[in-house]
């Protein structure tokens, strides 16, 4: 459970999403396991935002719902993730490639330079997860490793097959993590950090490796 009531946060896309008989408000984030749950309600994994839109935009109050779920990561995973996808797997990275080298001025390079992309939020991937968030009370705040077995408790194996297996699974490439994009992200994704450290219920002091 992670309760959100008290932020001051907007939040972005939320679904009412039908998965094995129970219904589920859901916080879309993307490189967050979004992927497995339009797969889940029958959508292409690769399916843009907008027909998710079209199908199950969340109204507040307008129907009954067995919980409220999203999905978190360790941000310098997250990122790690979507530089392996888009930059060096190239996976439908039309849009995040040209955004870069429309900000950075050049194409996209080492993973550090990726980092200080990042934090200029001009792509939607970066995101940070907390800003996605609604002033809600989330019954399920699952961690990205844990989805598979948390909707298998929730909704049974049978509907929780689409989240057995990731989703644009990246190649095993070998980063350079540098210590200037471990601070870079530390520092800008802090409050993701403070999050995270709420849902495990234990702070936690965090140093540059």
Not at 11 to 23: A, E, Q, V
Not at 51 to 64: G, K, N, T, V
């Amino acid at each position: 459970m992670f309760d959100n009531r008290l932020s001051l946060q907007r939040g972005d896309f939320h679904f009412s999403l039908p998965i094995g008989g129970k219904r589920f408000i859901y916080a879309y984030i993307r490189k967050n396991g979004c992927s497995a749950f339009k797969r889940a309600v029958g959508l292409p994994s690769d399916a843009h935002v907008a027909a998710m839109i079209e199908r199950f935009e969340w109204r507040p109050f307008r129907r009954r719902h067995d919980g409220a779920i999203f999905v978190w990561r360790d941000p310098l995973d997250r990122l790690l993730s979507l530089y392996k996808n888009k930059i060096l797997d190239a996976q439908h990275n039309g849009d995040i490639w040209r955004t870069y080298c429309k900000i950075m001025a050049e194409e996209p390079s080492t993973f550090e330079r990726f980092v200080e992309f990042a934090t200029t939020e001009a792509d939607p991937h970066c995101i940070p997860q907390y800003r996605h968030l609604k002033p809600l009370r989330y019954t399920h705040a699952i961690e990205l490793c844990e989805l598979g077995a948390a909707m298998v408790e929730l909704v049974g194996e049978e509907a929780a097959r689409p989240f057995q297996h990731p989703v644009n699974a990246s190649n095993a490439h070998a980063v350079h993590v540098s210590k200037r994009a471990r601070e870079l992200i530390e520092s800008h994704y802090a409050k993701d950090y403070r999050m995270i450290d709420r849902i495990r219920g234990r702070p936690t002091r965090r140093r540059v490796r």
